[in-house]
């Protein structure tokens, strides 16, 4: 059973960056695809990228491209979500989320999402 | 990018009664992969239904998946108090890039 446990609360002023983390257990991150959805209040799921197996790197949605950078830590099986020069419309809580071990791209296991507010 | 489009936007039915949500595709999703989220006020996504008509792990066999191509369909047999919430799909057949519907909001009539 995987857990993932995220990070606390945010706010930033605009023009700021944010990184947010996501603690792995139950299995190693290298076992595992990690991704990141976020959502903004009352509003649907949007992608911003995660781990392509299949080629060993990091894709992001075209919206996020150059203001995206996910990482992972594999000494403490923590992965992370920085998103730079932040506006209001990235007011969200951004979630992480996994696969079973077994690589595909739909979601088995979230985090409990971390809130973060963008205002001046 | 795969376009996803659900409805009806809002679902009134009351317990006991059967629900069906459609979730179209702008383009044919290949290998029917195609997934069914539940998420409730708070609460994170939970995972219902993977490559179209295969139920996660835990869930009631009341939720059901059907569809290929283009057209899916989420239905729910026999709604329970719990099943009140909203539901979204998920293609992934463009891997790795993948996208969601907007959601159908499922309430109680």
């Known amino acids: 059973q995987v857990q993932l446990v995220q990070s606390g609360a945010e706010v930033k002023k605009p023009g700021a960056s944010v990184k947010v983390s996501c603690k792995v257990s139950?299995?190693?991150?290298?076992?595992?695809?990690m991704h990141w959805v976020r959502q903004a209040p009352g509003k649907g799921l949007e992608w911003m990228g995660g781990f392509d197996p299949e080629d060993g790197e990091t894709i992001y949605a075209q919206k996020f491209q150059g203001r995206v950078t996910m990482t992972e830590d594999t000494s403490t099986d923590t992965a992370y979500m920085e998103l730079s020069s932040l506006r209001s419309e990235d007011t969200a809580v951004y979630y992480c989320?996994?696969?079973?071990?077994?690589?595909?791209?739909?979601?088995?296991?979230w985090g409990q999402g971390t809130l973060v507010t963008v205002s001046s | 990018e795969i376009v996803l489009t659900q409805s009806p936007g809002t679902l009134s039915l009351s317990p006991g009664e059967r629900a069906t949500l459609s979730c179209r595709a702008s383009?044919?999703?290949?290998?029917?992969?195609l997934a069914w989220y539940q998420q409730k006020p708070g609460q994170a996504p939970r995972l219902l239904i993977y490559?179209?008509?295969s139920r996660a792990t835990g869930i009631p066999d009341r939720f059901s998946g059907s569809g290929s191509g283009t057209d899916f369909t989420l239905t729910i047999s026999r709604l329970e108090p719990e099943d009140f919430a909203v539901y979204y799909c998920?293609?992934?057949?463009?891997?790795?890039?993948?996208?969601f519907g907007q959601g159908t909001k499922l309430e109680i009539k």
């Open positions: 383009q044919s999703v290949s290998s029917s992969y």
């Open positions: 989320a996994t696969d079973n071990g077994i690589p595909h791209n739909y979601f088995d296991y």
């Open positions: 490559g179209a008509s």
């Open positions: 998920q293609q992934y057949g463009s891997s790795p890039y993948v996208t």
């Open positions: 139950g299995y190693t991150l290298t076992e595992l695809s």
